[in-house]
Structure formats: C-alpha cells, structure tokens
C-alpha cells in the first residue's frame, strides 16, 4: 500500500482548501489536496454572484466600511453567530479582494459616469465618480445596507477558483483527485492524516501530515432537492464524525436559497434581484414588497424564502408537474445586461430549461443551497478533540454566519478564512514534530479495508443504498425544511433512526 508524507494534507480542492494550502505553501511547508474531481470542478466553480467586502468603491457603496458589514453580518445570521469570528473576516475581506485582484482575478470595475439601475421594478439613477476609475466595484445583495459585493459579471466563484488554482500550481501545492478520504488517522488525541481511496483503481492509500484540514464543502446532498453539487455529501463530516471526539456545530443551520430553478434545482444567482430583477407569482403580480416593505426581494435569503413558501401555501403558486413554483423575472433588464452580467443565469435557463430569460419569467422556488454548521472550531479554525486538525469553508462550524449567511459572504469566507486559518496552520507547524504509530494506522487501514468488503460481500445485509438514501431524503424534506415544528422534528429523527439501521445493512449488488 502506498503511504505518502506532507506536511499539511487539505481534504478537498475548493477556494477554502486550496486558500489555506497556499498559505502554508508561502510559508515554506508541502501542501497535498485531496478532491473528488479535479480542483477547476469544484463546487466553488459554481457561485456565482460576487464576494462581499468593504471597498466602498461604488456610487451606491459609498461610505461603507467592515464596521457596517460586520453590522450586517451579525444582523443577517440572526445574531447567532460568533462575533469576533464576524469581525475578524469583516476587516480582512477588503485585504483578501485585492490580493485576488493581485493574482489576476478580472474583477468588474467602476465606469464613471450616469447610469440606471432597476430595483423593486422601477429604474433609478447614479453616478460613479471619475476619481474612482477602474476601481473593483460591487453590486447588491440582499440584507446589506451598502452594494458591497464584488463581481466577475455572475462567474465569481469560476473566475476566483480558476486564479486561486493557477497560485497552487506556481507553488508546488500537489492536488490529488478522484481520491476520497474515507477516514481519519487518529489516536483519540492527534490527528495523523487520512486514510483515502484512489477513485480510478479503488486502492486505498495512507496519507500522513502533521496538519490535516477539512474543507469539503457542504452536505446539500442530504436534501432531496439542493444546488449542491453531487460531491457535496458530507463526506469530510463524516470522517470527522467517526473518530468519535470532533464535535459538529450548528448542524440545524440549513440554508434555503430563494430562487433554485425547477425542476433542476440549479441555482439562480441572488444578482438577479441584486440587479433588479422581480418575484412574481401565479397572476404575475409581485408580492414581497407586501411582505417586506423596505428590503423587498432583497431581504436576507430566510426572510425572502419563508415569505415565498407562505405564498405558494396562500395558493399563490404556479402549478407544474414538479411542485408548485413562483416567477422570477428579469426582462427588464434587457438583452444587452442579461447576457453580460448575468450571462451563467441566460446559458443555464436556456441549457436546462428551454427558457429565454430575456424574453421569458424563470421558474424558482426555493431549496437547500448553503451548511452553516460543519467541524466546530475555533477562530483559528482548529477543531476541537483531536490535535492537528482543522476545518474551513462550509464544512467547518467556524461560526461566522449564525443561523443564516447573507448571500455574498460565504464566497468571501472561502478565501478571508482560508488565509486566516492557513496562516494559523504554518504557525501550527512551526518546529512541530509528530511520531506516526504504526499500530494506529494499520488498525485504520484495515478497519476501512472490512468495511469496504464488507458492503462489497453484502455480509451485513442487501439494503439497497439509493433506497436508503431517498428515505433519508424524503424525511429531512418533510420534516427538517425552512418551517420545522417539534412533531415534525420528531418524526424526522424517528425516520432517520431507522433509516440509520437500514444503512448498516447495505450491500452491493451486482448484474454480473
């Protein structure tokens, strides 16, 4: 079996790995990423409405600063989160926008001069200044006081994720995909690596480090309907889960987005209603500014959902073969700025949908988008339980949007976080020395060896895996959705329970 030595082994290639990989890297230690995919393919490729910071560059973001959107911040995670993590990625956002810029990111910048811009439907006017000229500008989202968040048209996370990659490979950062880390190597005290299958061969490998971080993401995949990617499973969770003394945090703080497209369920950028653009519902008419006088459309991500489902529950909903919906409608924003700052929004709608967006009203509703808990850590992003391990991004609880994030945040989160806590991981690693038990990790080897042929024999049973799934699915749909009540939630953990006894007896089956 092949065992492979670095100093710090990042689980998962997305921004926040590969962010804190870097950092290490720059401080002179070896660095290997893990990934399902290759590192370009990753679920950050996928955002696509821009990174929040503080630049105050813009006409409409004048005067801001990190004081007001760490205002913002606490106030849109329903002042649940932890507000010196808040203020930490508040004051180091603006840094990190220009760092990227630096790295060759083509962020959208001022033009000056007069210009209109849509909100609520009706046209408004600005004027961006001349002295402030090809600086990065921003757009709105929603639960902001200011337009703060920086954009490459609606390709953010695909454009950031291309540059950050490209900074790992002038550093020598190895990533390593189509590789799944199945477990973690630990004692009960230190964290030693993971064990990880090749997805090519199905060999299993023992990667060893003296710093392991978890950033894989989120675990949409649990919903049955979610903009999340098919990797987003809860895979590094789960590691982290089985080793027994690494808590989670905040695993109830789901995330429904407003506008995932039906019946796909991709997402639908939040710079659509940014930019302007209206919510309408069966009769075509609006209805969120009845429910949300000032912020309309752009109230923070739980308000608008909640307020969309009790509408359709109002028999407000556009009837479809896939489940009620509502409109989304940005016609009036015309050709010319659809097809160029929301061009990912017209190539998805007319691939997926068969609608033209300039011409015709998307069908939304929304759905799971974003995992606020994770790997419970500190504000150095260490987790708790075991030495020498560290979470970041969605995965980890690091616990900065609360019980909701404010769309625009957790892109910036990716990369203010991954420098934040792989700086902390070079300093953790600074005159570190880890003596790797060869007992500790043969036992997990062959630990991961039975329970793979274990499924493979069906020795523990021949449940099968999709049936399972959709059960555990179907139960968090009905009972774990943006309205919870106590017999639901009851329910649901009765469900999941038994679903749980089913998974222990899943067997592979085979036609052969």
Not at 112 to 139: C, Q, S, V, W
Not at 196 to 214: D, N, S
Request: aromatic share 8%.
């Amino acid at each position: 079996m092949q065992t492979i030595y670095t100093d710090v082994l990042v689980i998962g290639a997305g921004l926040a790995g590969e962010r804190a990989a870097i950092e290490a890297a720059q401080a002179g230690f070896s660095a290997i990423c893990l990934s399902l995919v290759p590192a370009r393919r990753s679920h950050s490729s996928a955002a696509m409405g821009g990174m929040q910071a503080a630049l105050g560059n813009c006409d409409k973001g004048e005067g801001d600063c990190p004081d007001v959107h760490f205002a913002d911040t606490v106030k849109g995670s329903d002042w649940g989160c932890d507000q010196e993590v808040a203020r930490l990625f508040a004051d180091r956002a603006p840094i990190e926008m220009r760092q990227l810029a630096h790295w060759g990111v083509p962020w959208n910048r001022v033009v000056p001069g007069k210009d209109t811009y849509f909100k609520g439907g009706k046209i408004f006017d600005k004027e961006e200044k001349e002295e402030n000229r090809g600086l990065i500008t921003a757009r709105d989202f929603g639960g902001t006081a200011k337009w703060r968040t920086c954009y490459v048209s609606d390709g953010t996370g695909h454009s950031v994720l291309f540059t950050v990659d490209n900074v790992c490979a002038q550093l020598g950062v190895e990533v390593h995909d189509k590789t799944e880390a199945v477990a973690l190597i630990q004692d009960g005290a230190t964290c030693f690596g993971a064990v990880a299958r090749c997805l090519r061969t199905g060999e299993l490998r023992v990667y060893l480090a003296k710093a392991t971080t978890i950033a894989t993401g989120g675990f949409g995949r649990i919903y049955p309907g979610t903009t999340n990617a098919v990797i987003c499973d809860g895979g590094g969770h789960i590691a982290a889960l089985n080793t027994g003394v690494v808590p989670m945090g905040n695993m109830e703080a789901v995330q429904f987005h407003p506008t995932g497209i039906v019946p796909t369920e991709i997402l639908v950028t939040e710079g659509c209603r940014g930019d302007g653009g209206t919510l309408l519902d069966v009769n075509e008419e609006r209805f969120m500014h009845v429910y949300e006088p000032d912020k309309q459309e752009l109230a923070s991500r739980d308000v608008v959902s909640r307020w969309m489902t009790h509408h359709i529950r109002l028999g407000k909903g556009v009837k479809s073969p896939y489940g009620d919906h509502l409109w989304l409608d940005i016609r009036h924003l015309g050709e010319k700025h659809i097809t160029g700052k929301l061009r990912e929004v017209y190539e998805i709608c007319t691939s997926f949908l068969g609608v033209d967006p300039i011409h015709q009203l998307i069908p939304v509703r929304p759905t799971q988008h974003y995992s606020m808990g994770g790997v419970r850590t500190n504000k150095d992003g260490a987790a708790y339980g075991l030495k020498g391990l560290f979470s970041v991004g969605e995965a980890a609880c690091w616990d900065m949007h609360g019980f909701n994030r404010l769309g625009g945040n957790s892109l910036a989160e990716t990369v203010v976080a991954g420098g934040i806590v792989g700086k902390k991981i070079a300093e953790f690693l600074q005159g570190a020395e880890v003596t790797f038990n060869s007992a500790v990790i043969d036992a997990e080897v062959k630990r991961q060896q039975e329970r793979i042929q274990n499924i493979v024999s069906c020795k523990a049973g021949t449940e099968n895996v999709y049936k399972v799934r959709t059960a555990m699915q179907d139960a968090l749909f009905k009972g774990a959705n943006i309205f919870r009540t106590d017999a639901g939630l009851t329910e649901c953990v009765q469900t999941l329970q038994e679903t749980l006894a089913r998974a222990r007896k899943v067997g592979l089956k085979s036609n052969g």
